[in-house]
């Protein structure tokens, strides 16, 4: 499972390249592709259209081939997200931690296959610590300080709770719950990037909690 999470991470950093890539060429012809996969995707089709937009054949076919590596690398990925949620559907631990706010399928597996014995870590805090989602200690006065984390150890699930960390932040606003008046309240004092870390941070050690007590997340109303 973590031989697929790594194929994905790679396809999907040659697809942002491919679509970066793509986008720059066609502005170099006073072509401006909207922000999103989808609106590029949208442009490369056209590009089949030779009557569509008004290019030098020469610069249309080698645009065409970057959309043809695009689309291989489009269906790898879809490919290997069905086999990664078929495994999902096949392992309890996974479950349970899609449970969590901010935790899709992608997040759950990468985190039940990375952590098969959650006894290895001694509490959630320490598991937040391996993935380096815990403050860096202040060499001159050992404080702890919101959002200067230390950055180390596993960075590709470091990064998926800090992206699924942003999706939860984007609905505050409509979260009823105990988290959701938490996550508001830090909105209302810190900067949105430093919030991101702490809800990471604190999606981190619900994950172990529920990974070493096998149970699923239970939401607390607000008051």
């Known amino acids: 499972v973590l031989v697929l999470h790594r194929s994905r991470d790679l396809l999907m950093g040659q ?21 999103g996969p989808a609106r590029v995707f949208a442009l490369v089709r056209r590009l089949s259209e030779p ?21 291989n690398l489009a269906a790898a990925i879809r490919n290997i997200e069905r086999q990664l949620f078929v495994w999902h559907r096949q392992n ?29 870590f001694k509490s959630g805090r320490q598991f937040a610590a391996w993935l380096g989602l815990v403050p860096r200690q202040n060499s001159s006065g050992g404080k702890d300080r919101l959002g200067r984390v230390s950055k180390m150890g596993n960075g590709y699930l470091r990064r998926l709770l800090v992206v699924g960390a942003t999706s939860v932040t984007r609905r505050a606003d409509t979260n009823q719950t105990r988290t959701g008046a938490w996550v508001r309240s830090l909105l209302e004092r810190k ?17 172990w909690a529920l990974l070493a007590k096998e149970e ?5 109303p607000a008051a």
């Open 92 to 120: 309890a631990a996974s479950q349970r931690l899609e449970t969590i706010p901010g935790v899709g399928i992608i997040t759950a597996t990468a985190l039940a296959a990375s952590v098969p014995d959650p006894s290895v």
């Open 191 to 207: 900067p949105h990037r430093l919030v991101t870390v702490a809800i990471a941070n604190k999606t981190a050690r619900t994950a």
């Open 15 to 35: 697809r942002t390249m491919i679509l970066n890539a793509i986008r720059a060429q066609l502005a170099e012809f006073g072509i401006v592709a909207a922000q």
């Open 216 to 220: 699923t997340y239970r939401a607390t």
């Open 51 to 71: 009557d569509d937009l008004t290019l030098p054949a020469i610069a249309r076919s080698a645009l065409l081939a970057l959309g043809s590596q695009l689309e």
